[in-house]
């Protein structure tokens, strides 16, 4: 089983024809658009999505998700997100905020974007999550991000089981490097960055592409490079490096590319059939195809959130 632990966003959408500057007013080219989100739900539905793919069709659930919801109309559409794509779940809904909510900029020419996100229930987590009691704790393969407060991420990876693949995408990041997430990172055996991502945070040399000797348990970071491929960085005493070429997609969309590139290399992860080089290949060629695709939107008045 995947075990995915993150965090549930109802993506508010506006699209232009350039990204606003600091002061800078831009006119929309439409109405605000609406779509199920959050990088820990992203990723447990793509992780779902790709095991269907690759015909892991006997393990219907082998998708576990833990988030938080408010008691609102973007709460149950969460709710119905998950259910449609067979995503088992285990969410806390909160008396106090309500579902968190994503500001989405988006520029149309090519779908690059800019994203405030106004956490709301998910910064409950570290509080309401159920972490060693969780319905999803024997998972073989947990997934966890930066986007929930760093603590209730620190407490799932500390909850595995023993010999459990642990898997960090590293977004957003931080503001600052604190012993909370230098101790996620310790405890992380696969490591997914983009290339601005792993250098901030440190994660190796960029001159040697050397991993940084503090992630002493990591198996491998995996740099994605958006256009030109990703990278594999592998533990050794000389730098191993695996260049992934890019694919021939072309980007209308990169809202949460990342997202379903963790969530492919997850589940190929899972299958056991395949190198890690294979599953970020195939990882890579998913989020390549998924960039290239016009994703489902409501506006305000064609949304049923129930």
């Not at 991420?153 to 642990?166: C, D, E, H, M, N």
Request: glycine share 10%.
């Amino acid at each position: 089983m995947i075990r995915v632990v993150g965090t549930v966003v109802m993506d508010l959408i506006s699209r232009a024809a350039h990204l606003p500057l600091p002061g800078e007013t831009v006119v929309g080219s439409s109405s605000l658009r609406l779509r199920v989100g959050g990088k820990g739900l992203n990723q447990a539905v793509q992780a779902a999505k790709a095991l269907r793919v690759i015909g892991e069709t006997e393990t219907a659930g082998i998708v576990g998700f833990e988030g938080c919801i408010g008691d609102d109309a973007f709460g149950r559409a969460a709710l119905k997100e998950l259910e449609s794509a067979g995503v088992r779940h285990s969410l806390a809904v909160s008396d106090k905020y309500g579902t968190g909510t994503g500001s989405i900029h988006c520029r149309e020419a090519d779908g690059e974007n800019c994203i405030v996100v106004s956490p709301g229930a998910n910064l409950e987590a570290e509080r309401r999550l159920r972490f060693n009691d969780s319905p999803f704790v024997n998972a073989d393969i947990i997934v966890g991000q930066l986007e929930l407060p760093l603590m209730a991420t620190l407490r799932v990876f500390q909850s595995a089981k023993p010999g459990a693949l642990r898997i960090l995408n590293v977004a957003p990041i931080p503001f600052e490097r604190t012993k909370v997430l230098s101790d996620i990172l310790a405890l992380s055996d696969i490591i997914v960055a983009n290339k601005g991502e792993a250098e901030v945070l440190g994660l190796y040399d960029p001159q040697t592409r050397a991993i940084h000797r503090d992630l002493a348990r990591v198996q491998a970071i995996v740099v994605t490079l958006g256009k030109h491929g990703a990278r594999v960085l592998l533990p050794g005493d000389s730098a191993r490096v695996i260049e992934v070429p890019p694919t021939k997609d072309v980007a209308v969309d990169a809202i949460g590319a990342g997202d379903c590139f963790t969530g492919y290399l997850a589940a190929h992860l899972l299958s056991k059939n395949a190198t890690l080089e294979k599953c970020v290949v195939e990882a890579n060629a998913a989020a390549g195809k998924y960039v290239s695709q016009v994703k489902q939107e409501w506006s305000l008045r064609e949304a049923s959130l129930g």
